[in-house]
């Protein structure tokens, strides 16, 4: 629900703690690491590109546990910088040399836009990727370790980052909203009037993350945005957006529409390159999909065209927090508009 409350801009050393403050649970790290998709992907496209990585120096941004600078040494680097900003690095020495890999991996605290390497690097390796993609921008950070610290030439893990968008129907949020209208066979009070209000509490406008099935999308996703990391700039980034066209597989009610990302890692020796994806039609992620509820549904038939533009942007208050605003127009009816953001999370409790 959307309180009349003039929300107070976070100034950026507030932001950052409070982003990095987030990771010092170990709730965190498990998903993150439990997240067989995200972790094993991540592996393998190290492992086959050890003939790139092996006897290389690698800057691992943001890395957590140091999961992923071991699997550099695995892959055969010959030195890696794994820089990590808040205290869960503590951890990282300590697995570090659990594996007997002190040697070769030095575990820096601190921001990769603070810190300052003995060396240039020729490969960047870091899982960056927030809810919807760009949620907590530590993209710009991957950007400035790029800019900085890496050789002519140099590699980066992931390259690639695109984003798609497609019209869904959430069956539960129908069901939430027909409750109101079951209470008095019940109960025999008649609480249908509140089915308006509870739309307004449900459809808002907040980015909600949530597991969409296959069943609930209604077309073809389509592509709006593309990142080419070894060219994009922080500047590109206040403002990610793209065209859409879909169109419905059938009659339903479009009540949302659902945002979800893919990363990109160059197998040279493979015909084909290695995709992580968070698509409601692969295997769940902990990423999920970002939901975007519209104001009321709108019925479709099959082939009815879904068309918009999508903007993604940061968020005044935070600049690590992602707002997106969506211009559409289902089949005859007029062009809608909404914008939306994630919740607060300096204000709500850590789920």
């Known amino acids: 629900m959307s309180h009349v409350v003039k929300k107070r801009k976070l100034d950026k050393t ?84 659990q594996n007997n890999m002190e040697d070769k991996i030095e575990v820096i605290r601190g921001t990769v836009e603070t810190v300052d390497l003995p060396e240039m690097v020729e490969v960047i390796v870091s899982e960056w990727m927030g809810y919807a993609l760009l949620h907590e921008s530590m993209l710009n950070s991957v950007l400035y370790a790029r800019d900085k610290w890496l050789k002519p030439g140099g590699m980066i893990l992931p390259s690639k980052a695109e984003l798609y968008i ?23 009070v008649d609480m249908s009037c509140m089915s308006d209000f509870a ?47 879909c169109e419905s597989f059938g009659s339903a009610a479009v009540n949302a529409f659902c945002v979800y990302f893919t990363v990109t890692f160059p197998c040279p020796d493979k015909p084909q390159a290695l995709v992580l994806s968070t698509s409601p039609f692969k295997p769940e992620t902990h990423w999920k999909q970002a939901v975007l509820y519209l104001d009321a549904p709108v019925d479709v038939v099959q082939d009815t065209v879904v068309t918009g533009e999508i903007s993604m942007f940061p968020s005044e208050e935070s600049a690590r927090h992602i707002c997106v605003h969506v211009d559409y127009t289902i089949g005859e009816q007029k062009r809608q508009s909404k914008t939306f953001s994630i919740p607060d999370w300096s204000s709500e409790a850590q789920s």
């Open 166 to 188: 497609a019209p869904i129907s959430d069956p539960v949020v129908e069901d939430r909203l027909h409750f109101w209208y079951t209470v008095k066979d019940q109960y025999g």
């Open 14 to 97: 507030r932001q950052d703690r409070l982003y990095f403050d987030s990771y010092t649970d170990v709730t965190i790290h498990e998903e993150m690491i439990a997240d067989h998709v995200r972790t094993n992907t991540y592996r393998m496209a190290i492992l086959r590109n050890s003939e790139s990585i092996r006897g290389k120096v690698v800057l691992d941004v943001g890395a957590g546990t140091g999961v992923l600078s071991m699997f550099c040494i695995q892959a055969g680097a010959k030195k890696v910088y794994a820089v990590e900003a808040c205290s869960i690095a503590e951890q990282a020495v300590k697995i570090v040399k």
């Open 199 to 245: 739309r307004r509490c449900i459809m808002n406008s907040d980015i909600t993350v949530n597991s969409v099935t296959v069943e609930d999308v209604l077309s073809h996703p389509a592509r709006f945005a593309e990142l080419d990391l070894y060219s994009v700039t922080v500047e590109e980034l206040r403002l990610v957006k793209g065209k859409f066209r």
